[in-house]
């Protein structure tokens, strides 16, 4: 018998719900449980995020209980690399990288997200990105805008690709299309899960 097909309609429905129900799941986690993630996750990418004379980092302003990673990449920063912020330059295109450091000025990007003010793109050979949810195979399930896939297509090299979240948000899958692309890595407080593609 073959394996009945899911129609594209009806995993875009799923994975709204889905979505919905991980990032409820997420706000109800309390702030003991939140900051002892958060120094776990922080700890392990000490180990696992390569620092060489060209290492660029691109993070994430955190929003949504999502893992603050801004300490961790003053460290990187203070190690000689250096880091960048996603921009949103035109809604449905891939973003662009723009160069971070504490105290630059900042202003409000799209969705109230905040961005360098002084447009300086950079090419991160690192990527740390955040997950709703993810999969056994490393497929993330993020906000619905499909910004990192379209980002992660045109990126030459491609970076090393790390997912960061919580454990709660493991899945069986995400039920991946042709456009999805999987982690490196994803790192959560229960550990690192490496992916061979």
């Known amino acids: 018998m073959k394996p009945q097909m899911i129609s594209t309609s009806h ?3 799923w994975r709204r719900t889905q979505r919905s129900e991980l990032l409820q ?14 120094s776990t996750i922080n700890e392990t990418l000490c180990d696992h995020v390569p620092l060489t004379a060209d290492t660029c980092v691109g993070f994430y302003w955190p929003i949504k209980a999502e893992i603050d990673l801004r300490k961790l ?3 990187f920063l203070n190690a000689g690399a250096l880091a960048a912020l996603p921009v949103v330059i ?3 295109s891939p973003v662009e990288f723009w160069h971070w450091q504490p105290g630059i000025p900042m202003q409000t990007g799209i969705w109230n997200i905040p961005i360098p003010k002084q ?8 990527l740390l990105i955040p997950l709703v949810g993810f999969d056994t ?6 906000y619905g805008g499909g910004y990192y896939d ?11 690709k790390i997912g960061i979240g919580f454990e709660m948000a493991r899945i069986p899958t995400i039920h991946p299309q042709a456009h999805d692309i ?7 407080e229960a550990g690192v899960t490496r992916y061979n593609y």
Do not use: C, F
């Open 11 to 13: 995993i875009k429905s």
């Open 119 to 126: 447009r300086q793109p950079l090419q991160p050979t690192v």
């Open 150 to 160: 379209r980002t992660l297509e045109q990126l030459t090299p491609i970076p090393l």
């Open 25 to 38: 799941q997420r706000a109800q986690l309390s702030r003991d449980q939140r900051n002892s993630a958060q």
């Open 73 to 75: 990449i003053t460290h």
């Open 137 to 142: 195979k490393g497929y993330r399930l993020g």
């Open 182 to 188: 999987p982690m490196d890595l994803i790192v959560t």
């Open 90 to 92: 035109e809604k449905a």
